[in-house]
């Protein structure tokens, strides 16, 4: 359920790019968490199986040794998606952020701020309950029965090559990040896939705020912003 909901918030994050006109921002996004968020569910799978089905993250705890490969390649999930550099997680948060608060916003002057300060307290909560999450589930003293802790094991190799995977291309998207950010090879290879805004016909100039695209735009922010909180 806490994996569940944090869906919810990182969709947040990509309406708020795409309203804020940073489309690019908001796909990296959609890229990076497909990554991450693919890791932690698996990575749930596997320690539901492990403790027969059990779901209640009160009724688990101590399992980092039980679970050498789960519990690691679980905790790289979580690094990412809380935006701890230099995984995939802090570098598309970081780009929505600043575009946030770069964006004038149409004539609201105090917009951007404001939304960059639900997108930033955002991604502390964000870290803060899935470093809960990872707490309670696999360090601290164990808080199984005995039924279930008799049983517990590692995932099967169909299971862990997975994770293994997922938490490789989380790394990966990090460094291709860090390959091409503020470069102006990256820019133009990010560039040349679209052509210009005049050519599609979206104007250049922001539209006012008492314009159609203006209203559809706060409509989209405004949605997004309350999706992340």
Same mark, same amino acid.
């Given at each position: 359920?806490? +994996?569940?909901?944090? !869906? *919810?918030?990182?969709?947040?994050?990509?309406?708020?790019a795409?309203?804020?006109g940073?489309?690019?921002?908001?796909?990296?996004?959609?890229?990076?968490h497909?990554?991450?968020?693919? +890791?932690?569910?698996?990575?749930?799978? $596997?320690?539901?199986?492990?403790?027969? #089905?059990?779901?209640?993250?009160?009724?688990?705890?101590g399992?980092?040794?039980?679970?050498?490969?789960t519990?690691?390649?679980?905790?790289i #999930?979580?690094? /990412?998606?809380?935006?701890?550099?230099?995984?995939? #997680?802090?570098?598309?948060?970081?780009?929505?952020?600043?575009? !946030?608060?770069a964006?004038?916003?149409?004539? *609201?002057a105090? $917009?951007?701020?404001?939304?960059?300060?639900?997108?930033?307290?955002?991604?502390?909560?964000?870290?803060?309950?899935?470093?809960?999450?990872?707490?309670l589930?696999?360090?601290?003293?164990?808080?199984? !029965?005995?039924?279930?802790e008799?049983?517990?094991?590692? /995932?099967?190799?169909?299971?862990?090559?997975?994770?293994?995977?997922?938490?490789?291309?989380?790394?990966?998207?990090?460094?291709?990040a860090?390959? !091409?950010?503020?470069?102006?090879?990256?820019?133009?290879?990010?560039?040349?896939?679209?052509?210009?805004p005049? $050519?599609?016909?979206?104007?250049?100039? &922001? &539209?006012t705020?008492?314009?159609?695209?203006?209203?559809?735009?706060?409509?989209?922010?405004?949605?997004?912003?309350?999706?992340?909180?």
């Open positions: 359920r806490v +994996l569940a909901y944090s !869906t *919810i918030s990182q969709l947040g994050y990509m309406f708020l795409c309203g804020m940073a489309f690019a921002a908001g796909i990296f996004h959609l890229s990076t497909a990554y991450f968020k693919a +890791l932690l569910f698996l990575g749930s799978g $596997a320690v539901i199986h492990a403790l027969s #089905g059990e779901q209640d993250i009160r009724k688990m705890g399992l980092w040794l039980k679970l050498p490969i519990s690691k390649t679980f905790f #999930g979580a690094l /990412a998606i809380a935006g701890i550099p230099p995984l995939a #997680g802090f570098f598309s948060k970081d780009e929505i952020l600043w575009r !946030t608060f964006n004038n916003a149409g004539d *609201i105090a $917009a951007p701020f404001i939304l960059w300060i639900v997108g930033t307290v955002t991604a502390l909560m964000t870290a803060f309950y899935m470093f809960r999450l990872v707490s589930t696999f360090w601290g003293q164990s808080r199984m !029965t005995p039924e279930v008799h049983h517990v094991h590692e /995932a099967p190799r169909t299971m862990t090559d997975s994770t293994m995977s997922m938490s490789s291309k989380a790394w990966e998207c990090s460094t291709a860090r390959a !091409t950010r503020g470069t102006k090879t990256g820019s133009r290879k990010c560039s040349n896939q679209f052509p210009p005049s $050519a599609m016909g979206i104007p250049t100039q &922001p &539209p705020m008492e314009s159609p695209a203006s209203r559809i735009r706060g409509t989209v922010i405004v949605r997004g912003a309350s999706w992340t909180w």
